[in-house]
């Protein structure tokens, strides 16, 4: 026993292991960078075995606890002034310890793939050194004890997704979108700073169970008013709303593919997204006895999960079809959480995280093969439009593609269907027009997701046709153009892009399957991707008896005893049955050619543009916000200029031109002065004699 007590003494070197990879790499990259940046594989093992070191020590915790351990929580005084006192320590229960294990697993398994993928970029040491900052500021704010803690590392999380997303910082597109991720998550973390520091007001304390239960006592007392609570939980879920991608602030995540693959694997799979849904989970004890900022995080949720996927349709970049998958998912995830399913929210974090991680992957492995026909070029490599065929060409990433599909689509007995099911049985309980809208959602994932297979990996490869790449090009600048977004570029620069666009070097005739480093990690992820979701079946939920809310401890039994077989069949039923719809048509559509989607895109042409233009909401921010800031900058430098300046200079003026006047009279004679003095009385006799 004492030896597994020690394991929980030393928890705390799972954040700090990556995170002294990261500062010896950083050090050496300040210090002496040509020498570091020479020490490319000693680098990449050296981070790679500090994150295999903390996966280890996150495994056997994960082990412990599954025994039964108690949960372990270490705190030390961070500050203390009278009364007041701050904590900062770490905690080991049973959601830390999974959340560890999937953080570690995907974090090496990308490290691994990273090597492959970056092997040709001159940079290479430096994107190591922040993969593992990143991995460490994630595994810390799972193992933060209260929500001060949670908060910096939080910060941190949203610091490595700027550097990570702008890690090409010399390209126009990921300067402006590192900018638009940073400043969107601003708006996030001020609202969650402020229902923080509310809270505390509150509550006096950041620790989330006793928050909770002081919260409900102070409502139900009434110190505290119930509109006051919902105001503080409120804000305080607007951080996971940017973190997570939700409605209104998921504009950032589709230009976040502006960052290499393996950062998109990791920041949309395991890691910063999922950072909001494990908060809200953290934040259960608050939020579960407010019902209006419940509502508030259900139909987030549900609206995001719609739109994620109305969007993914029509998208022909692999890697933004993906954001948009991911969006969607996490609308799953949000929508589980304001109904009060707990454990299928967490259940489907973890599912897609190793499901999307590996789709995120496999995308990365297709654009790199690509990247040896069309070249360098993101517009080309990551275009569908531009593949197919390539099953032949890259078995391995076609293979493991496929199961990463099967499993979002929800087809049984994949890990996608299971928690997806989970989540569509509990929103059902509580609101069927919920789940009417997360239902139709699951029939447009398969139909989007086998849309993006085929057009990748069946059929001719369509890479070598010159005039298709000459209009790919030429399109995909007019939508740069058209959104001024990131690395939108002016009428001039299209012109001459459209010009030498197919000039591109291109080294081969044909794709070939990636490298060993980049197909192991997709060969690993494709195992928990098919079989993880059978540890939360209905029959025997070992999931939801292992991760329970506080206070209602289950065992499996007990969970199999509620189990209703004719729901569940209704329900699975339903689900398989609209995603089977969504692949049928896709297999219409995109494998048989059967039917035609450009002519059902005119028949439908402004649902169409909608779904492309991603619902105008970009446009509107762009007009509103951006815009709007710009023409209140300019009123108020007028403002400025015209009146603040007007009337300083118009009381320097004044001055200057009374004492100009003045000094006429300052001439030191007495009988002057004497003949002022007689001249104001006469005034003031003549003066009072009018009166």
Known sequence: ?????????????????????????????????????????????????????????????????????????????????????????????????????????VALLVMIYTDGYMAHDPSYVRFYAYLSLFSSSMLGLVVSPNLLQVYVFWELVGMCSYLLIGYWYDRDGAA?????????????????????????????????????????????????????AALFAGLVFMGPMAKS????????????????????????????VAAGVFLIARMYPVFENIPTVMNIIAWTGTITAF????????????????????????????????????????????????????LFLGSGSVIHGMEEVVGHDPALAQDMRLMGGLRKYMPITSITFLIGTLAISGLPPFAGFWSKDEIL?????????????????AGVTAFYMFRMYFSTFEGEFRGND??????????????AGASMGPGAMSAQELKVESAHGDHEHSHAELPHESVLSMTFPLMMLAV?????????????????????????????????????????????????????????????????????????????????NLSLNKWYIDDIYREVFIKGTRNLAKSVLNVDVKIVDGIVNLTGFVTLVTGEGLK????????????????????????????
């Open 245 to 272: 991608a939700q409605f209104p602030l998921h504009v950032w995540l589709p230009d976040a593919m502006e960052g290499p693959t393996p950062i998109s694997a990791l920041i949309h799979a395991a890691t910063m």
């Open 664 to 691: 006429y009279f300052e001439n030191g004679r007495a009988q002057f002065y004497v003949l002022i003095v007689f001249g104001a009385v006469l005034g003031l006799v003549f003066v009072s004699g009018l009166g």
């Open 1 to 105: 026993m004492e030896s597994v007590e020690a394991i929980y003494q030393y928890a705390w070197l799972i954040p700090v292991l990556p995170l002294l990879g990261a500062a010896i790499v950083g050090m050496g990259l300040i210090s002496y960078n040509e020498a570091t940046n020479r020490l490319r594989k000693p680098v990449a093992v050296f981070i790679v075995s500090l994150i295999g070191a903390a996966m280890t020590l996150s495994i056997m915790l994960l082990v412990s606890q599954l025994q039964g351990h108690a949960p372990y929580t270490y705190l030390i005084e961070w500050a203390s002034a009278g009364d007041f006192h701050i904590d900062m320590g770490f905690t080991v229960d049973h959601i830390t310890s999974l959340m560890l294990v999937i953080v570690t697993t």
């Open 528 to 608: 928990p991707s098919a079989l993880i979701g059978l540890v939360g079946t209905p029959f025997a939920n070992y999931f939801e008896a292992f991760i329970h809310p506080a206070g209602e401890a289950l065992t499996v039994a007990e969970i199999a005893e509620e189990f209703d077989m004719s729901e569940f069949v209704r329900m699975a039923g339903a689900s398989v049955a609209i995603s089977v719809a969504g692949i049928v048509l896709a297999v219409l559509m995109y494998r048989l050619n059967k039917i035609d989607p450009s002519a059902i895109a005119n028949k439908i042409k402004p649902l169409y």
């Open 176 to 228: 402006d979108a590192c900018q638009k991720a940073f400043v969107t998550n601003r708006v996030g973390d001020f609202g969650l700073l402020l229902g923080m520091l509310g809270l505390f007001w509150a509550t006096g304390t950041f620790e989330f169970e006793l928050m909770g239960s002081r919260l409900s006592e102070l409502v139900s007392t009434g110190v505290l008013s119930a509109g006051l």
């Open 307 to 358: 739109l994620g996927a109305s969007i993914a349709i029509t998208q022909n970049d692999i890697k933004k079809g993906l954001a948009f998958s991911t969006m969607s998912q996490l609308g799953y995830m949000v929508m589980a959480m304001g109904v009060g399913a707990y454990t299928a929210g967490l259940f489907h974090l973890m599912t897609h995280a190793y499901f999307k991680a590996m």
């Open 466 to 479: 010159a005039s298709l790449r000459k209009s790919v090009k030429v399109q995909s600048l007019q939508m």
């Open 425 to 441: 049985g509990s929103v059902f309980a509580v609101n069927p027009i919920m789940w009417a809208i997360g239902w139709l959602t």
